[in-house]
């Protein structure tokens, strides 16, 4: 079975800088992986190369069939692949209906995921749906981001630190509706610090570590030690 | 009844500050662009509606729809083939740019249309009016000027907060990268953006057109007077920049009252009383 997203040999730059080198990772149709490092260790760079907002060479990504390593971040998305910022990065000048509405401007794909199914999964969106996103807290504003991501249908969803910053009550609030999320089809990549979280609540993960990967694998099939030494390389 | 015409002519000329400011008060709030050749356009505007209506002898409703969707393709392509090369972090190079093309525009029109005073003729329109009281009369078209401004302004706010389009332009303007990643081309946007911006800047150019004499030389000025109303008005607020037009047009009739020598100096005194009173202007957006 081909991978529903493929990433071969990717090293992704800043100016002349160098974030990764040669990354290999897979992901299947409806699977949830974690990618899991420390800072720095080039997290991030590797899901802002698939959702296209660091460019690299077209065939060091493949989505779908397509090659989609250099394509414009707004056609990436689509085609079916959504990030969910660092920090969510919501639009301040938009109210929270707004900022879900404009998740899916692609307008292209339009189930499962529409207004009212965001609302049953976060009903107190429901609730703020006028207000401002400025004065939601740290937990309402992330549940915006992830319902503004779905809202694009996407089949994968990539989740950058979304317990950033938030209490662990509301960080297990927001893994819950992970499986209910993956129900629909829908594959997700985390990216976490919070390294037993992420492994909890995915089916395999990778490690990264100064922009190479040091280790994949099940996290059930993986012990600790091997792990702690791919996350800190000592 | 002095006092009372001064106020009431004072607002309909605000009316017409308003409609010059809309188009730059517009790409200023979506795309942080000044764009200096703004008054220039609205005087290409002008020529070209006369141009339609005298040698092609079209009627000036359907002319100004014409050019609307004229200017409105040129404004897109501004953007996509010039404006979007230099737009980036800093704000020196779209400056220089837009004064460049104000240039080339004020040359373009010499060249072209000679340096005379040409006026839009609006047949009966131009000099008729409504009674509104025993004594006191108000001109029909600088009447249809504020009217055309607040409705203007309606139809931008509609767009800005009703649309799809007006969600991608808040959008792009919060953070075009995020708004990339939402599927919003910000290209496209930035250039359907100032293509508004030009379009409403015909609107501008024929109740002007009609109001006053134009050469080809007094783009700058209305430039000028766009800038106050939306520094007055507040940045990034559309009712504000129509608030900042009725402003500017008071304080001129106002002051002209008072003598007649002071009309342009009482407009930039104001100008100026509002910067130190409240620098932000009257209404400023919301957003830090």
Redesign the interface.
Known sequence: MTALLSVSALDAFYGDFQALFGIDFELQQGEAVAVIGANGAGKSTLLKSL???VRNRPDAIRFAGREIGDS????I??FGL??V?EGR?L????TVE?NL???A???ERTSPWDLQAVYRMFPVLQERRRSAVTVLSGGQQQMVAIG?GLM?NPSVLLCDEISLGLAPIVVEDIYRMLPRIRGNGTAIVVVEQDIARALRSTDRFYCLQEGRVTLAGRPADTDQDAIRTAYFGT | MNGFDTIIEGVLLGGVYALFALGLSLIFGIMRLVNLAHGDLILLAAYLVLSVTTVLGVPLAASSLLIVVVMFAAGFALQRLVLERVLGDDILPPLLVTFGLSIVIQNGLLLGYGADSRRLQAGAFESSSVTLLPGLSIGLAPLAALLTAVAAVALLQLIFYRT?LG??F??T???P??????????RNVYAIAVGLSVAVSVIAAITFGIRANFDPSIGPARLLYAFEAVIIGGLGSLWGTLAGGIVLGLAQTIGARINPEWQILAGHLTFLAVLMVRPRGLFPSR?P
């Open positions: 959702a296209g907002l414009p971040a707004a056609n998305v689509r959504a990030l910022p990065q639009f301040p000048s938009l707004e509405l404009i998740g401007y692609g307008g503004r694009s | 799809s969600r991608a808040r959008a303007a919060d953070s990268p995020i708004a990339q990643l939402m599927g919003i081309n910000e957003r």
